[in-house]
């Protein structure tokens, strides 16, 4: 059974960074792309970013380009985002997120699986 949880959300001030993480456990992690999603109040989940299994490739929405950065780790299982220059915009839901299979390509819709979320704040 694949579990994702999620850690590292908390309150920042406008300009401030976080560093989220996400531990897999249920399966060969270093084979499945990983990716981060999130829910602002009152709108749909929306993709952020996403990583190959070898860490090799990297996509992120517009929005967050150039200021976050998604990375993983392999021998500990572990993804993480790292959030800089953060706007009250990024307010949000963060969601660590996989697929049901390997795959070669970086999807931007979310797979099967689900962290419970964490919550980033940012205020102005």
């Known amino acids: 059974q694949v579990q994702l949880v999620e850690s590292g959300g908390g309150l920042v001030q406008a300009g401030g960074s976080l560093r989220l993480s996400c531990v897999a456990s249920?399966?060969?992690?270093?084979?499945?792309?990983m990716g981060w999603f999130r829910r602002a109040p009152g709108k749909e989940r929306e993709f952020v970013a996403s990583?190959?299994?070898?860490?090799?490739?990297?996509d992120y929405a517009d929005s967050v380009k150039g200021r976050f950065t998604i990375s993983r780790d392999n021998a500990k299982n572990t993804v993480y985002l790292q959030m800089a220059s953060l706007e009250p915009e990024d307010t949000a839901v963060y969601y660590c997120?996989?697929?049901?299979?390997?795959?070669?390509?970086?999807?931007?819709?979310?797979?099967?699986?689900w962290g419970q979320g964490t919550q980033v704040t940012v205020s102005s």
């Open positions: 990583i190959s299994g070898s860490g090799s490739r990297t």
């Open positions: 997120n996989t697929q049901r299979f390997p795959s070669g390509s970086l999807p931007r819709v979310g797979g099967v699986y």
């Open positions: 249920g399966r060969t992690f270093s084979i499945y792309s």
